[in-house]
């Protein structure tokens, strides 16, 4: 099993950033490949941005390429997103996942474990 706990979340005006948090526990992190989803009201959810197990491969929505940034710090057992230049479309609330494998995916049913979320609004 593996735990994950967000954190990050916030109110910002458009144009601002903000760096959500993804804190894991349980099985050996850095095993795992790693993704981040949100989900707009009514909207299903979307894929945003997933990493290897290593680092050293990320993949974005277009969306948010060059906008958003994932990264990973296997000693801390964290995974982060740094979101610049947001826009009011970037609201949603945003999950964190993990897939028991080495490989990141764009779908959300690859994934085999879930965060609770974390609320962003970004206000025009």
């Known amino acids: 099993q593996v735990q994950l706990v967000e954190s990050g979340g916030d109110l910002v005006q458009a144009g601002g950033s903000l760096r959500l948090s993804c804190k894991a526990s349980g099985r050996t992190f850095s095993s795992y490949a790693m993704g981040w989803f949100r989900q707009a009201p009514g909207k299903e959810r979307e894929f945003v941005a997933a990493i290897r197990w290593s680092g050293g491969s990320t993949n974005y929505a277009d969306s948010v390429k060059g906008r958003f940034t994932i990264s990973r710090d296997n000693a801390k057992n964290t995974v982060y997103l740094q979101m610049n230049s947001l826009k009011p479309e970037d609201t949603a609330v945003y999950y964190c996942?993990?897939?028991?494998?080495?490989?990141?995916?764009?779908?959300?049913?690859?994934?085999?474990?879930w965060g609770q979320g974390t609320q962003v609004t970004v206000s025009s």
């Open positions: 996942a993990a897939r028991a494998t080495i490989v990141p995916a764009t779908t959300a049913s690859l994934y085999n474990y």
